[in-house]
């Protein structure tokens, strides 16, 4: 059995400010300006996908990649592009590396790069956030994706949504925020299949609930 910690939070239920943070967010977009290397990387990222010209997955903060790379082996009919802000992370990745010409696992900085996305017309067909950073406390709320200002690129990048967390209030609450964008986010049973993650692995070995919100972007509910 594994062992590994379960989430603590002061919050017992939605937080008392997510309706106001998620409106104030879909009002006024994010115009921070982009990082010189968010730009050349989005450059060099805009030619591998155009030089391959199948569809795109994409697995934000996908961590050490293993995730990368079993979503490659499963949509072997598209590019999977693995993206972490973490060197450390993504340096690891080796050690997970398939052997697939369908994939690849960079160092990017979300905040930009999901914006860069939007406003060149990217359009993934599936969008994968497994396991992210829970920020478990109240006053995080706005560090947690659907109560910061990258929200609505997240929601513009479109198709189809998963999300997989061992915390459900964190599910919960996004499900609660894709209904105030008008979008319809479900709970779902994980599939009967390996873990997709180092974390999911992890979590599932010692014993704690996983949970699955999906939401089809391309819809309005």
Known sequence: MGNSRIIESN??????????????????PFRAPYADH???????????????????????????????????????????????????RVEKHDHYKAESDNYRVVRGNLNDLWRLMVADGWAPTHHYLLYPNPWPKSSHLQRRWHGGPLFPSLLALGGQLELRSNWRLYLEEFQAALALAGHKGEFAPLPDAAPLTPFERKYGESGQPLHRLVCDLTKKS
């Open 11 to 28: 919050q017992t239920g939605l937080h008392d400010n997510l309706e106001s943070t998620v409106r104030r967010h879909l009002a006024h």
């Open 38 to 88: 968010s730009l050349a990387l989005f450059d060099a990222l805009k030619a591998w996908k155009e030089a391959d010209g199948r569809p795109l997955v994409l697995d934000s903060c996908c961590g050490v990649g293993e995730s990368t790379a079993n979503l490659a082996r499963r949509h072997p009919e598209a590019i999977v592009l693995g993206l972490d802000k973490s060197a450390a």
